[in-house]
C-alpha cells in the first residue's frame, strides 16, 4: 500500500498501481505507531495522518496519471457507460465512512404525518384550521369525544354561563365576526361561533366525535404513539397509531364533584355546573351552590332571583372586578345596537375598534408584579367596588375581601354576584362543609341545611395532569406530574412538550399563556410553533424529537426566579399552582404575552433532541433524498419565483418563505 498527498489530505493507493513521477517529487515519509508523520530523511514533523500507516511512500504530484492536470491519484477507474471516459477512483483517508445508498424522494416532497389532536374546543379547532394550511401533507384526525366542537362552550349550559371576555376579542385573529349581538356573549353564541369556524374552514372532515382517547403508548421502535381509542356510546375500543400527539383538552375539562363525606348519601338534584340539566326546574327551590370561580359566580347571580333559598358555600375567597381591562360589565344582557353592526361592514372602522378594544388586554402586566403601584390602586379600585355592591349587607365584606393580592388568583368579574349574596334568600357561608346527609349538607360547626338540589361549581382537575395514561420508555406522565410524584408538576420546556416523551406536544397546557393578551391570539402563535415542528420533523426524516432535560430544567429555573417577583407566589389557592397555596406557578407563562408570542416566534432546535428515520445513522441520508426537488423536473415550474417586482420586496422576509422554495 502506498499513499499520495492530494490538496493536503493523505490518500490510500493500491501497491501495485504503477505511478510515473519525477523523483525529486517524491518525499519519504514515516508515520510512527501514535499516527505522527515525520520527513524519513531529516524527521521533520509534518501534519499529522488519521491513522497509522508505516513506511509509506508519498508521491506529490502535478498531474493525475492519465495525464489530466490535477493532484488526486488514481487507485482504479470507472468507464462513465454514456461518456465512455474512465473515472478516477480514490480511496479517501479521512474519514473513514461505510459507503450508503440514496433514498429515492425529492427534497420538496415531506413524508405525510400521522398527527392526532386530542379535543375540539377553541384550541382543537383552530389546530384543524391552521395545520393543515401550514403543513403539507399532514394526515389530521381530531378525537373529541362530544358529539360536535365547542369544547367547554358545548358543555357548559348552567344558567348565566357566559364569557367573562368581549366577544370581539374571543375569537380567531383571522376570521372575525361582525355580527356579534352582546358585548359579552353568552355560552351559546360563543359554540355557535366556533362551529361555523369549523364548517367555513372545513375541520369537521378531520374529526371524530363521540370518540374518548383512554390510553398514549410510545413505540420508540416504530416511533409512533399508539392510541386506545373508544367509542363513548357502544364503549368499543379500537388502538389507532400517530406519528404526532397534541394534546389540547383545555385546562377546565375534567370536571369532577367535591369529595366530601357522605356526598353519595344525597338523595336530592347533585350535579356539577359542568353537567348541568337544562331539565330541572329550579323555581322555587331550596338550593346550594359549592364554590366561588367564575361559574360559581354565575349561578349565584342567576339562580338568587329564582329559588327560594340559595346557600352559598365558599372556602376562598377572592376579588370580584369590574372586567378583565376594565370595559363596564352589567348583569344584563350588553347588545350592540344596530347602528353600531352596522359601522363594522366598514373595514377599516372596524379594524380600528377591533384593535382599540383588544389593545388593553396588551397592557395590564404590571399588576401583576409584588409591591407595585399598579397593583396597589388595582387593590384599591377593587375594595371600592365591592364596598359599593354589599352596602345592602356590609357586614359580609369582612368575609369577601381576600388577605391576597389582586392577580394571585384569576380575577373574575361576576356581574350581579355580589349584589345577589346580599339579598335575603341567600346564606353565604364561610363554615367548612362537614359531611352531606340524605337531605342536605351539614357544616363543622353543626348546622345542617335541607336543600332540594345541590350544584358544585368546584372547577376541574385544575393541576394539569393528564386524565389518562401517557406513557413513554416505562414511565406514566400522571405519574411524574402529580403533586406526590417524582416531579410534582407539569415539567415540560416552555410549555411545548416535556423531555421523555418524544412527538407530544401541549396545546393551552402548563405555562401556555401569558397573564396578558388574548387566548386566541395565544392558540393561534402554538399552533404556529408546531407547524415549524412538524415541517421539520416531515422534511427531515425525523423520527422522533424530544426537549432536552436541561433545557427542560433551565426554562423552569427561570420560571421559579420570574414568578418570584409577581404576586402570583402569594399564598392563594389558584389554578395557576394546581389549587395548592405555595405550590410550583405553571399554570401561566413566566412573562407576559408579549414576551411568549417573541419567545415562540422561531425554536430553538439546539434545545431538542432527535432520532431518524435512516438506519445508517447519517442525519442527511433520507432528508436529502436524490439531490433533487421535485419541482425542477418539470420543464413547466416556475423556479425563479424569488423574482418579483422590486417594489413588492420586503427585504425582511425575501427568502424566507417556506412554502416558496
Given amino acids: 500500500m502506498a499513499a499520495a498527498v492530494a490538496n493536503g489530505h493523505i490518500v490510500e493507493t493500491l501497491a501495485e498501481e504503477k505511478i510515473e513521477v519525477s523523483a525529486e517529487k517524491i518525499a519519504e515519509v514515516t508515520v510512527t505507531e501514535a499516527g505522527n508523520a515525520v520527513d524519513a530523511g ?28 490535477g493532484n ?47 379535543g375540539g374546543g377553541l384550541s382543537g379547532i383552530l389546530a384543524g384550521i391552521l395545520l393543515p394550511a ?44 361582525l355580527n356579534w349581538t352582546d358585548q359579552f356573549s353568552p355560552g351559546v353564541e360563543i359554540r355557535d361561533y366556533w362551529q361555523t369556524q369549523a364548517r367555513k374552514y372545513d375541520v369537521y372532515k378531520y374529526a371524530k366525535f363521540g370518540q374518548k382517547v383512554e390510553d398514549a403508548a410510545w413505540d420508540a421502535q416504530q416511533g409512533v404513539w399508539n392510541l386506545i381509542v373508544q367509542n363513548v356510546k357502544t364503549g368499543e375500543k379500537v388502538v389507532e397509531p400517530a406519528d404526532f400527539v397534541i394534546t389540547a383538552v383545555g385546562r377546565f375539562n375534567a370536571w369532577k364533584l367535591p369529595d366530601y363525606p357522605g356526598i353519595d348519601e344525597y338523595k336530592g338534584i347533585l350535579r356539577h355546573a359542568s353537567h348541568w340539566d337544562p331539565s330541572f326546574d329550579v323555581a322555587g327551590k331550596k338550593v346550594a351552590v359549592i364554590g366561588n370561580g367564575a361559574s360559581g359566580l354565575q349561578l349565584v347571580a342567576n339562580l338568587q332571583k329564582q329559588v327560594e333559598r340559595l346557600d352559598h358555600y365558599v372556602r376562598n375567597r377572592t376579588w370580584i372586578a369590574t372586567s378583565w381591562a376594565g370595559d363596564e360589565r352589567t348583569f344584563g344582557p350588553q347588545p350592540y345596537t344596530e347602528e353600531q353592526k352596522k359601522s363594522f361592514e366598514n373595514p377599516d372602522a372596524y379594524l380600528a375598534f377591533r384593535k382599540e378594544l383588544e389593545n388593553k388586554y396588551w397592557h395590564r402586566f404590571g399588576t401583576f408584579f409584588k409591591g407595585t403601584k399598579e397593583n396597589a390602586e388595582l387593590r384599591e379600585r377593587f375594595v371600592e367596588i365591592m364596598k359599593k355592591r354589599v352596602a345592602k349587607k356590609p357586614e359580609i365584606l369582612q368575609d ?16 350581579g354576584y355580589l349584589e345577589a349574596i346580599t339579598e335575603d334568600n341567600v346564606d353565604y357561608i364561610r363554615s367548612p362543609i362537614k359531611r352531606f346527609t340524605e337531605t342536605g349538607i351539614e357544616t363543622v360547626d353543626g348546622v345542617h341545611r335541607k336543600i332540594d338540589a345541590v350544584f358544585c361549581a368546584t ?58 393578551g388574548t387566548v386566541p391570539h395565544s392558540t393561534e402563535n402554538q399552533i404556529a410553533y408546531y407547524a415549524k415542528v412538524l415541517r421539520k420533523v416531515a422534511r427531515e426524516g425525523i423520527k422522533s424529537i424530544t426537549p432536552s432535560g436541561k433545557a427542560a430544567d433551565d426554562f423552569v429555573q427561570y420560571a421559579d426566579a420570574f414568578f418570584e417577583r409577581t404576586v402570583l407566589s402569594e399564598g392563594c389557592s389558584s389554578w395557576y399552582n394546581g389549587g395548592r397555596p405555595g405550590a410550583r406557578i405553571h399554570g401561566l407563562w413566566p412573562g407576559s404575552s408579549g414576551h411568549v408570542t417573541a419567545i415562540r416566534r422561531e425554536p430553538r432546535w439546539e434545545d431538542w433532541e432527535y432520532e431518524y428515520l435512516s438506519d445508517t445513522g447519517n442525519r442527511f441520508s433520507w432528508y436529502f433524498g436524490n439531490g433533487w426537488t421535485r419541482k425542477e423536473t418539470d420543464p413547466n415550474s416556475d423556479m425563479t419565483n424569488y423574482l418579483t417586482r422590486p417594489d413588492e420586496v420586503d427585504l425582511r422576509t425575501l427568502h424566507e418563505s417556506w412554502w416558496n422554495v
Fill in 42 to 69: 531529516d524527521g521533520t514533523a509534518l501534519d499529522p495522518a488519521p491513522a497509522p500507516v508505516l513506511n509509506l511512500a508519498v508521491p506529490i504530484l502535478d498531474t493525475a496519471p492519465n495525464g489530466q492536470p
Fill in 72 to 118: 488526486v491519484p488514481e487507485v482504479g477507474a470507472e468507464t462513465n457507460p454514456t461518456s465512455g471516459i474512465a473515472a478516477p477512483r480514490v480511496a479517501y483517508k479521512y474519514p473513514i465512512l461505510e459507503p450508503i445508498n440514496l433514498v429515492e424522494r425529492f427534497i420538496d416532497e415531506p413524508r405525510p404525518l400521522r398527527v392526532a389532536v386530542i
Fill in 400 to 415: 369577601i375581601i381576600p388577605d391576597f393580592s389582586p392577580n394571585c388568583r384569576r380575577l373574575t368579574p361576576g356581574p
Fill in 134 to 177: 401550514k403543513v403539507p401533507a399532514i394526515q389530521l384526525t381530531i378525537y373529541e369525544k362530544n358529539e360536535d366542537f365547542g369544547g367547554t362552550w358545548f358543555e357548559n349550559v348552567y344558567p348565566g354561563v357566559r364569557c367573562d371576555i368581549p366577544s370581539h376579542v374571543y375569537q380567531a385573529t383571522f376570521s372575525p365576526n
Fill in 459 to 516: 372547577g376541574a382537575n385544575v393541576d394539569m395532569v393528564p386524565a389518562f395514561p401517557i406513557r413513554a420508555h416505562g414511565k406514566d406522565l400522571r405519574d411524574l406530574w402529580k403533586h406526590d410524584g417524582e416531579y410534582g408538576f407539569p415539567y415540560t420546556y416552555l410549555g411545548l412538550a416535556t423531555p421523555g416523551f418524544p412527538n407530544l406536544v401541549f396545546l393551552g397546557g402548563p405555562f401556555g399563556s401569558g397573564p396578558s
